[in-house]
């Protein structure tokens, strides 16, 4: 019997999940899979301002290089692989950063390039940027497609460790773009970490994300998320090193399951 209902389980995940990927491909849903690292993951899906490293003490001024890869099995569903690669450099109040995630399956696969640019004016508390993005998603038997979009956006770094991002898309490909206004907020104190995202969508819904990254020993930090109208909490587990980063999470769909994720960083200070 147990073993029934596990086959079961199994086999309603993969509906969803097939079911998910033909609503992406007909243009009904413009965001039909998130491509984050295992620390967004563990930080309940919440992007840091532009700058501002989710764990490590670096902010916009400071200068360093870092490669990052990381993998997941979204969902804990057989055959389903989630994985990013990410490059940034920071110098002298501006940061390039670019990254590339793909999901993959036997019957959907989705690519997703992103390039983004800012650089430090007024003052050096205020921030302007932009970022490109670019998605190919392809269902099995069907013809592929692309989609993309142009953000531009600004920040804003207050005195005493706050920090205030909007985005917005200026440019988008025929189905829309995935979101139309993106809100991040950071309050830095320490090695403490507490971050928002607020998710505005072109249908006029949002979305709420709560993050942390908690210092929990040299060179170790606590990563906890929560988004309230999912009900989605994860966790992490994130170790800082002179050069290198290695992070573990967690993240728990009330409906899909279970998501555990990894990443590794190398960093040139």
């Given at each position: 019997?147990q073993?029934?209902?596990?086959?079961?389980?199994?086999?309603?995940r993969?509906?969803?999940?097939c079911?998910?990927?033909v609503?992406?491909?007909?243009?009904?849903a413009?965001?039909?899979?998130?491509?984050?690292d295992s620390?967004?993951?563990?930080?309940?899906?919440t992007?840091?301002?532009?700058?501002?490293?989710?764990?490590?003490a670096?902010?916009?001024?400071?200068?360093?290089?870092?490669?990052?890869?990381?993998?997941?099995?979204?969902?804990?569903?057989?055959g389903?692989?989630?994985?990013?690669a990410?490059?940034?450099?920071h110098?002298?109040?501006?940061?390039?950063?670019?990254s590339?995630?793909?999901?993959?399956?036997?019957?959907?696969r989705?690519?997703?390039f992103?390039?983004e640019?800012?650089?430090?004016?007024?003052?050096r508390?205020?921030a302007?940027?932009?970022?490109?993005e670019?998605?190919r998603?392809?269902?099995e038997?069907a013809?592929?497609?692309?989609?993309?979009q142009?953000v531009?956006?600004?920040?804003?770094?207050?005195?005493?460790?706050?920090?205030?991002?909007?985005?917005r898309?200026?440019?988008r490909g025929?189905?829309g773009g995935r979101?139309?206004?993106?809100?991040?907020a950071?309050?830095?104190a320490?090695?403490?970490?507490?971050?928002?995202?607020r998710?505005?969508?072109?249908?006029?819904?949002?979305?709420?994300?709560?993050g942390?990254s908690?210092?929990?020993?040299?060179g170790?930090s606590l990563?906890?998320?929560?988004?309230p109208?999912?009900?989605i909490?994860?966790?992490g587990?994130?170790s800082?090193?002179?050069?290198?980063?290695i992070c573990?999470?967690?993240?728990?769909?009330?409906?899909?399951?279970?998501?555990f994720?990894a990443?590794?960083?190398?960093?040139?200070?």
């Amino acid at each position: 019997m147990q073993k029934g209902k596990a086959l079961h389980r199994g086999f309603g995940r993969r509906v969803i999940f097939c079911c998910a990927a033909v609503i992406a491909m007909s243009g009904h849903a413009s965001n039909a899979f998130e491509h984050q690292d295992s620390r967004t993951s563990g930080m309940g899906g919440t992007v840091m301002p532009g700058g501002i490293h989710p764990c490590c003490a670096m902010t916009w001024e400071d200068r360093y290089a870092a490669v990052s890869a990381s993998c997941s099995a979204p969902y804990s569903i057989e055959g389903l692989a989630a994985s990013k690669a990410a490059i940034d450099i920071h110098g002298n109040g501006r940061w390039l950063s670019a990254s590339w995630g793909a999901l993959s399956h036997d019957l959907y696969r989705e690519d997703r390039f992103s390039i983004e640019t800012a650089v430090v004016v007024a003052g050096r508390f205020l921030a302007i940027g932009c970022r490109g993005e670019m998605t190919r998603r392809k269902v099995e038997g069907a013809t592929g497609e692309r989609d993309g979009q142009a953000v531009a956006g600004m920040e804003i770094l207050f005195k005493g460790g706050v920090a205030l991002q909007v985005d917005r898309p200026i440019l988008r490909g025929e189905r829309g773009g995935r979101d139309d206004f993106l809100v991040r907020a950071a309050v830095i104190a320490g090695g403490l970490r507490l971050s928002f995202n607020r998710i505005i969508s072109i249908e006029g819904g949002a979305e709420d994300r709560f993050g942390a990254s908690i210092p929990a020993a040299a060179g170790a930090s606590l990563l906890l998320g929560y988004r309230p109208g999912a009900e989605i909490i994860s966790a992490g587990l994130h170790s800082s090193g002179k050069s290198l980063n290695i992070c573990f999470s967690w993240e728990s769909h009330p409906v899909l399951g279970n998501t555990f994720s990894a990443l590794v960083e190398r960093i040139w200070r």
